[in-house]
């Protein structure tokens, strides 16, 4: 045991954590006033961070499960730049083997984002694994950043956490990129697990400011085809929520251009179109076919790419409706970007009470949509915000 005031080591919490897992997973659910739930959620993030020392870019999170336990426990360091969450992107993770006596420390993918296209199926499986082979050709070049100790010992095989019959489990070991794997019975020194940790942690900072590495996210939605309209779409007027406080180990919401303006634009053309669909369908079941053709999609529209919205469209009464589409693969969407026409377009006296803005969420799966009708009275009636995000420097004269 540790001295008096003397913090604990992660080789200490990992033994105890090691210990007594089982009999704290056959409670079946979570517990603040479990001494395993703190070591996971607080003790072992707590010497990550303190080995990692100040870095605005890094979060890191433990988890036992939500209400339910997970098999294991995991405990993962996200850079903002590319998550702040488990879900999405890629990043270092200590996982543990379903029996607790095995850990590895890998780079892998938030397996969620993969499910939320594909399902759990094979379909999963086969797009994780060319994901994960795929990140691994494009960085393999960024692993000569690691001491050749590390190197040799890196894996670029699937982990093993026996979860052959457990899809989490299994998708875990799927989605690993790089890894490192201990015994817990005979764990390196302190100083050698945090040697590997921080040598993990090099080679994430090195994948997330690579300017070669494509995101992600385009691994995900490569495949991807547009979203079909269903008679279950839910449609609802848009309703403002309340801004949640800001966690303090949470990005400002913004995240690199550079990584993913590619897979935004995807998503983006796969919102307008699911919308352009929608807007169609609505008309035929009318019986307005008449208005049903005259309805453009203004980026497959030659004589007006940009107008300054995505969709012309109509009500069944015939009034027009310029609608611009904002997607999103989140359930939430709490902010979008309006380009300095779009804005314009909005406000003119002459467009105002017909420009909408379409706000899919969860585009991927089965998106929702929230229509904001005439956002410049939303604004002039202070109910909404608007500000300039960006200026333009021109370099000519």
Request: hydrophobic residues 35%; aromatic residues 10%; charged residues 25%.
């Amino acid at each position: 045991m540790p001295k008096v005031d003397e913090e604990p080591t992660l080789t200490q919490l990992l033994t105890e954590l090691s210990n007594g897992w089982n009999s704290y997973w056959l409670t079946k659910k979570t517990s603040a006033d479990n001494s395993i739930h703190d070591l996971v959620l607080t003790e072992i993030p707590k010497v990550l961070k303190s080995w990692a020392g100040p870095n605005s870019k890094l979060k890191f999170q433990g988890s036992d499960g939500q209400g339910n336990l997970v098999r294991t426990p995991w405990v993962a360091t996200f850079n903002l730049d590319i998550t702040s969450s488990a879900t999405k992107g890629f990043y270092p993770v200590y996982l543990f083997r379903d029996n607790m006596k095995e850990m590895v420390l890998e780079i892998g993918f938030g397996s969620t984002q993969f499910e939320e296209v594909y399902g759990t199926g094979k379909k999963f499986f086969d797009e994780l694994q060319k994901a994960v082979l795929v990140m691994q050709n494009s960085s393999s070049h960024l692993l000569e950043v690691l001491d050749k100790p590390i190197r040799a010992r890196i894996s670029l095989k699937p982990t093993v956490l026996n979860g052959s019959s457990d899809f989490k489990l299994k998708s875990y070991e799927m989605c690993s990129i790089y890894s490192l794997h201990y015994s817990l019975d005979k764990l390196p020194s302190e100083n050698d697990l945090k040697y590997d940790y921080m040598q993990i942690l090099k080679l994430y900072d090195s994948m997330a400011n690579s300017v070669v590495l494509p995101s992600e996210e385009e691994y995900v939605l490569e495949q991807t085809e547009s979203p079909k309209v269903i008679d279950f779409t839910e449609v609802e007027d848009f309703i403002p929520v309340t801004k949640k406080k800001r966690d303090s180990n949470s990005s400002n919401g913004q995240t690199s251009n550079r990584r993913y303006s590619k897979a935004s634009q995807k998503i983006g053309n796969l919102g307008e179109e699911f919308i352009y669909n929608y807007e169609r369908k609505i008309l035929l079941e009318g019986n307005r076919p008449d208005l049903a053709e005259q309805v453009i999609w203004h980026a497959n529209f030659p004589p007006n790419r940009t107008p300054g919205w995505d969709i012309t469209s109509y009500d069944l009464n015939g009034v027009k409706r310029l609608i611009e589409v904002k997607s999103s693969t989140g359930k939430n969407i709490s902010s979008v970007v309006l380009t300095s026409k779009e804005w314009k377009m909005a406000q003119e006296a002459a467009n105002a009470e017909f420009y909408y803005i379409y706000l899919v969420s969860t585009v991927l799966s089965k998106p929702k949509i929230q229509i904001l009708k005439n956002p410049k009275e939303w604004v002039s009636s202070g109910k909404l915000n608007i500000q300039s995000d960006a200026y333009l420097l021109e370099l000519t004269n």
